[in-house]
């Protein structure tokens, strides 16, 4: 059993930064970034392996994120630079067996944390 736990969300102007942090425990050979606007289905933003050799990220994202892992601390991160209000969401992180980029594929999740941009 993979339990995950984000932290890092909060509300920011648009144009700032943020760095979300996801806190995993037990085995998992990627974990991944999505998120989820109200009313919106679960979006794929980033995801890593945690060797760092596959790295993937949502369209509307690139040069924006950066994901990235602290494997001594099984931790990973998402770097939000260059915000939009269009990124106002709820993030989650998730785990499962392989560099997925659809939600469904995913076997556990984080409990999401809040972040907002304002104009």
């Known amino acids: 059993q993979v339990r995950l736990v984000e932290s890092g969300g909060g509300l920011v102007q648009a144009g700032g930064s943020l760095r979300l942090s996801c806190a995993a425990s037990g085995r998992s050979y990627a974990m991944a970034w999505f998120r989820q606007a109200p009313g919106t289905g679960r979006d794929f933003v980033a995801v890593?392996?945690?060797?760092?050799?596959?790295?993937y990220y949502g369209d509307f994202v690139k040069g924006r994120f950066t994901i990235s892992t602290d494997n001594a601390k099984n931790m990973v991160f998402l770097q939000m630079d260059s915000l939009r209000t269009e990124d106002t969401a709820v993030y989650y992180c998730a785990a499962s067996s392989d560099v997925f980029t659809e939600a469904r594929l995913y076997d556990y999740w984080g409990q999401g944390t809040q972040v907002t941009v304002s104009s």
């Open positions: 890593i392996n945690w060797s760092g050799d596959s790295i």
